[in-house]
C-alpha cells in the first residue's frame, strides 16, 4: 500500500481518529496500543502477509536476549558478549540471508517491508542496552513497536531508542499544531514526489536505458536529474513518515538537511541520509577503532610512519570497512558498494590528503581568498558534481554499464542538445518541463531559506516562518500548494505511482 495512494490517506486517517479517541475511553491510556495494531494491519496490507513473520522475530528475539541480558551482571563479560553475538548473528543473518541471496544463486527469496531499517533499529536498541546508555522493554508488545513503527518501515529513518523511544509510549493530547505542521510536512512530501520525482523518473529513465543512443550532455543531464529524483522522492516519503509521526506528537530524526548544499563529502553524508550515518558511526565506525586489529594495526603504522600518520591511516583503514559496509547496507552489488560506499571513501581520503598541497597552492601563491563566498560556491559545485558521480554508478544497471555511460559523457561534445529542443524527446513537452522546472525553482528556493535559517535565531523551520504571517497568507501558501499537488501530481485514471527508492532496503 503506497504512501501516496488514496487507499493509505484513507487509513491514516481513520488510524488518526481512534489514536485520539482510544484515550478519551480508557482514561488517557492505549496509543501505543493503536499504533502497534495500525502497524500490524499496514504489514498485512502491504503484500505476503507471512512476511510479518520476519520483524516479529527480530523483535521477539531482540526483547528475549535482552530479558537475560538484564539478569546479568556487568562482570559476566562473557555471558553479555554470547548474547550480543546472538543478536548480530540473529538480526544480520536474516538480513543478509534474505537481501543477498541472488549472489548466492539466480532465485531470490522475498524480503518484508522495511528489513534494513527495522534490523539496524533493533541491532541499535539492543547495543544501546548493552552499553548502559539505553534501557530495555519489559514488554514484548512494546518491543516489536519499535521493530514495526509503520511510518518507519516505508524508508526509515533509523531512529535512536534512547531519544525517540518514550514518545511512542506517552500520553499525546489532541494539539492543533502537530495536526497541522504534521499535515503541512505530508503535502510538502507530496509535492516532492508527485510532482517533482516523477516527472524527472522519466527523463531518467530514458536516458539510462538509451544510453548509447543519448551520449554526451544527455547523461549528464539525466545524472543531475536523477540526483534531484533520488533526493525529491527519499526526502519527500521522510517528509511524509515525520509528517505522519507529528500528527501523533511523535518527532522523529530529520534524515535530510539541504545536502545540495554541503561543501565536501563529509558535511554531505552529515546531511543525506543523517540517521543511517550517525549509526554506522556508533555501531561500526567507532567500535572499529576500538578493536584488537585496527589498534595493532595502528601500533605497526605509527611506528613505520610516525604517530601523526600512522593514527591517520590506521583511521583511513577503519573508514574503508565503514564505506564498504554503507555500500552493501545500499544493495549489496558492486555498483552500490563503489557508488555509495568507497567512491565516497576515496573522495574524503583524497581530499585530507591533498588539503594541505591546494590550501597552499590557492591561498599562498594564487593569494584567493579560501573564506569567500565565491569560494563556497565552487565547493557546494565541487561536491555536488561529485556526488552525480556516485548517483551514476547507483543508477546504472552494473558497473560495466556506468563506466560505458562515464566513457559516452566525455568522449561526445553536444551541448547544443540542452538548449536545441532535443530534450523535448525525453518523455515530457514543453508544458511538462515548464512544469517541472517551475516545481525545482521552488523546491531550491524553499531549500536555500532552510538552509540559511540554521543556527540563527527565530523560526527553526519554514513552517514556523510561515505561521508567524498573517492567517490570510498562510492559508493562500498552503491552499495554493494543496491545488498545486491536486492538478499537477503525476497520477491519473490506471496510474500507481512509483515506489519509494528505498522502500525495499
Partial sequence: ?????????????????????????????????????????????????????????????TWGLLQLLGRL??????????LLGAELLGLLGVLIGLKYTKFIHSGSIATPLGLSFYTFILLGYFIEVYNGIGKGQKSFLKTALYGMYFPVMISGPIFQTRQSGDQFFEHHPLDYKNITFGIQRMLWGFFKELVISERLATVVNTIYNNDTQYQGAYIWLGTVCFAFQLYTNFSGCMDIVIGISETFGIVLPENFRTPFFAKNISEYWRRWHATLGVWMKDNVFYPLLRSKMITSLGKTLKGKLGKKKGKQYTTYVAMFILWFSVGMWHGGEMKYVIGSGLLHWAYIVIGEITLPFFTWLFAEKMHMNLKSKAADAFRVVRTFFLVCIGDLFFRSDNVPHALRMLKESVTVFNPQVLVNGSILGLGLDFIEWGILLVSLAVLITVSTLQYRMEGQDGPSNI?????????????VIFIGLLFYVILLAEYGPGYSAAEFIYKDF
Avoid: H
Avoid at 73 to 82: G, M, N
Fill in 1 to 61: 500500500m503506497s504512501v501516496t495512494s488514496f487507499y493509505f490517506l484513507c487509513f491514516f486517517a481513520l488510524v488518526l481518529i481512534i489514536y485520539y479517541l482510544v484515550p478519551l475511553i480508557f482514561k488517557g491510556k492505549g496509543q501505543w496500543v493503536v499504533l502497534l495494531l495500525a502497524s500490524i494491519t499496514y504489514y498485512l496490507l502491504s503484500g505476503n502477509g507471512v512476511l510479518i513473520l520476519y520483524p516479529l522475530f527480530s523483535s521477539l528475539l
Fill in 73 to 82: 551482571k556487568e562482570e559476566d563479560v562473557t555471558k553479555r558478549r554470547l
Fill in 463 to 475: 513552517r514556523e516562518l510561515i505561521a508567524s504571517k498573517g492567517i490570510v497568507l498562510r492559508w
